[in-house]
């Protein structure tokens, strides 16, 4: 059987109770620290909740060293948790809180809410005569908890909502079996080592921040965060960075991008980086030849995978063998104790090469939506795989195709819009419109006129401002029709410094839309 994750921490905190473990620009937190601080936390939460009762934690705040804390101590206990970053409108935390059912709202910052539903128990930094996360944890500084209370393999260790598509979010529950798949698969594919400095960029509310936790903590490293504030000041973001002394990136491309705006954003800033992570959205070959020749010995792995199967299921080192023969660059092969299948509409299995439906099966799917019984029949299901016999699958949404055993992700399946009579798949263009040259990157984004697709706009961000506006869009679309069909090429082309990005580091496309509709 697998190792479960606390025990697996405990001998980290026996090996390396001295190392930090995380660290942000205010203050750092060893392992000791971590494990105490959750073991104080813990015996308090299972005085005020018995583990069999199952209510979810929600903790909220945006990469404060004790909601790392408050991670260990939920597991320590039995209980999932939430993760809610502070950057959340007030509206979206209330129908996350009211929905989940939570017992508990732990927070080192303040939390929004005065009151909350009779029964929920909330400790912030601002809870009046009641007592904080730091009074808790120096009350019962010497209390531990019944390891009894432990999380169970099929027990679920956190749940992160997503974007539903009625407006209202969905819970994404992952079970510690779901945890344990991905875990073991990245210390068998990509292994921290005690010596590695790990970048978080992403708030812990969305799960590409799952890439750099545990794999770091399991492995002894140090967990390196650049929060929203530091990330607003590039000046000091990158002198913070020439002091971190980060071995292992793990971001969206859209960060990594910004981070490429800066000239001294090289090898030289970060002498110890050895790799690149890539997760949370299509990584540019443009991306990478910048890459390539500011971190000339570093290696980048693009991988794949949704929320729901666990942060991500697919990766490949990324070369520039592979940039020459791969004008959109794959997403890799599929993990050992996973499969990817690629279906057509009435569910039934495409030839290689041929475009559909990409399927996740196999331990690393979580078992639905939470308490959603209409969402999770939709989109998940019980098969039988030709490999793995029965297993949990999910259906992505994500088009792609297999060539030559590997991912081809061509965008969501909802990205899809038809003008003219044409079924359009806006990332293709994308593709195309970042290979030309003097574009540095750009998203295409359909113009809606009585509920119809009008046209296409181009919103893009040139290498150097243009010394003609007009003559450089022409010259962008004469190359376009060399690539693309002309009901393909954008009408309007709007030039920007940058394009929006949102708070988890992704193309904030929803912004870009709502520009498009004023």
Excluded at 488 to 513: E, H, S, T, W, Y
Aim: one cysteine or more; hydrophobic letters at 40%; charged letters at 25%.
């Amino acid at each position: 059987m697998m190792t479960r994750i606390i025990a697996a921490l405990e001998d980290v905190y026996r090996t390396f109770s001295d190392r930090i473990a995380f660290t942000n620009q205010q203050m750092n937190l060893t392992y000791r620290e971590l494990w105490e601080q959750s073991d104080a936390l813990a015996a308090w939460m299972l005085e005020q909740s018995p583990a069999e009762n199952e209510r979810p934690v929600v903790l909220y705040g945006h990469m404060e060293p004790l909601l790392p804390v408050c991670f260990l101590a939920c597991m320590k206990a039995g209980k999932a948790y939430i993760p809610l970053d502070s950057s959340l409108p007030d509206k979206r935390v209330e129908r996350i809180v009211l929905s989940s059912g939570a017992g508990i709202v732990l927070s080192p910052a303040r939390f929004p809410f005065a009151s909350l539903p009779s029964g929920v128990r909330l400790v912030d930094s601002s809870s009046g005569g009641s007592m904080s996360l730091d009074d808790i944890i120096h009350s019962h500084a010497a209390r531990k908890p019944d390891p009894a209370a432990r999380m169970r393999e099929d027990g679920t260790v956190y749940i992160i909502y997503t974007s539903g598509s009625t407006g209202d979010p969905k819970g994404v529950p992952i079970s510690q079996k779901n945890l344990l798949s991905f875990e073991g698969w990245m210390r068998d594919a990509f292994p921290f080592s005690p010596e590695d400095v790990v970048l978080n960029q992403a708030p812990f509310s969305f799960d590409l921040s799952v890439m750099g936790v545990y794999p770091a903590f399991l492995a002894g490293a140090s967990l390196w965060t650049a929060d929203q504030a530091l990330i607003g000041k590039p000046k000091l973001m990158f002198e913070a960075m020439s002091r971190s002394g980060l071995s292992v990136w793990i971001s969206t491309p859209s960060f990594a991008e910004i981070c490429l705006m800066e000239p001294s954003f090289s090898e030289k800033l970060l002498p110890r980086l050895r790799m690149f992570l890539f997760c949370g959205e299509m990584l540019p070959s443009r991306t990478v030849r910048k890459l390539m020749e500011r971190f000339p010995g570093t290696s980048i792995v693009n991988t794949y995978g949704p929320t729901e199967a666990t942060v991500a299921v697919t990766s490949i080192i990324v070369d520039s063998n592979l940039l020459a023969v791969n004008p959109q660059l794959p997403v890799g092969t599929c993990k050992p104790d996973c499969r990817i299948r690629i279906w057509d509409e009435e569910e039934r299995e495409v030839r290689e090469g041929e475009k559909g439906e990409i399927v996740i099966c196999g331990p690393s799917v979580s078992y639905g939506y939470f308490a959603n019984d209409e969402k999770t029949s939709g989109s998940f299901r019980s098969i039988n795989d030709r490999d793995l016999g029965i297993t949990r699958a999910y259906k992505t949404g994500d088009l792609g195709y297999i060539q030559d055993g590997m991912l081809i992700c061509c965008g969501r399946i909802d990205f899809q819009v038809k003008l003219h009579g044409y079924r359009i798949e806006l990332e293709e263009i994308e593709h195309r419109l970042r290979e030309l040259p003097g574009v540095k990157s750009g998203a295409v984004v359909p113009h809606w006129k009585a509920e119809a697709c009008d046209y296409l706009t181009a919103y893009v961000v040139p290498d150097e401002p243009p010394v003609s506006e007009v003559d450089t869009v022409s010259g962008w679309k004469t190359l376009l029709a060399e690539r693309l069909p002309a009901y393909m090429i954008p009408r309007k082309f709007v030039l920007r410094p940058a394009l929006p990005i949102n708070g988890n580091g992704k193309l904030d496309r929803k912004r870009l839309q709502q520009e498009e509709a004023l």
